[in-house]
């Protein structure tokens, strides 16, 4: 049976989840259309790459350095933080809300960082175009839980994404989880220790209730706490 198509050419994909907000600012416009253009991969939508051609991660920052990547970074500012302490590093940032996305580049711009690259749009379509083996590290910070039970194939620990996130992971390559939801942690474990391409590397307690070393709380993470929420820090190793 023929995959359904957008009239872009693009499989449909089921989407779930917030892509806009309230009106952004005049200033916040001008930076989704000058700003994202120069910082957003070439060959990632469709429209531009309909053959789905693998694009060169090289390229996006001229050099072999190392390569993360941030799915859904929300505000930005664990993204940020990174970005300013790994200098020497690229990372390639995720997250289909406009206004978060929006929000980000102001802040990018007003702290000169300049070794960030963002796709405003579903990971997955940014997965399809990136060569296997291509990714040093990769976070997964406060994802939506999507509590109810009927709504799990909804969430990212999936094999809907793991798959070819596993897939353009580099072996040793370490995939981060933070999240405050007990359920997930749940899932996140019985999806992944139940895979052959992953390891938990917790070996006691404090590994996965101490934040790691270089974290930089998100707002997510701020409400969380204030709400009597315990965060997580699940490690995964790509085998």
């Not at 406060?142 to 509590?147: A, E, V």
């Not at 370490?174 to 899932?187: C, K, N, Q």
Request: charged share 30%; hydrophobic share 35%; with cysteine.
């Amino acid at each position: 049976m023929t995959e359904p198509t957008r009239e872009d050419g693009a499989p449909w994909r089921n989407f779930y989840g917030r892509r806009h907000g309230k009106t952004l600012r005049s200033g916040q416009r001008r930076h989704m259309e000058t700003t994202l253009r120069e910082i957003a991969p070439s060959g990632v939508t469709w429209e531009e790459n309909p053959d789905r051609q693998q694009i060169d991660p090289a390229a996006l920052f001229g050099d072999g350095r190392p390569l993360w990547l941030e799915i859904g970074f929300g505000g930005g500012e664990h993204m940020l933080a990174q970005a300013a302490a790994h200098r020497d590093v690229g990372i390639i940032g995720c997250e289909p809300y406009v206004n978060g996305v929006a929000m980000f580049l102001a802040q990018m711009a007003r702290e000169k960082i300049d070794n960030i690259r963002v796709h405003a749009g579903d990971v997955r379509d940014l997965l399809d175009v990136l060569p296997a083996a291509s990714m040093d590290r990769a976070f997964l910070l406060y994802p939506d839980p999507w509590p109810k039970k009927r709504h799990h194939r909804r969430r990212f620990v999936n094999p809907e994404f793991i798959d070819p996130l596993a897939r353009v992971l580099k072996p040793g390559a370490i995939f981060r989880v933070a999240t405050d939801i007990p359920d997930y942690v749940r899932h996140t474990l019985e999806h992944l220790c139940g895979r052959d391409d992953f390891e938990w590397l917790a070996e006691r307690p404090s590994d996965w209730r101490a934040p790691w070393p270089d974290w930089h709380r998100t707002r997510y993470e701020a409400k969380a706490i204030r709400e009597n929420r315990v965060p997580h820090y699940l490690t995964f190793r790509r085998l």
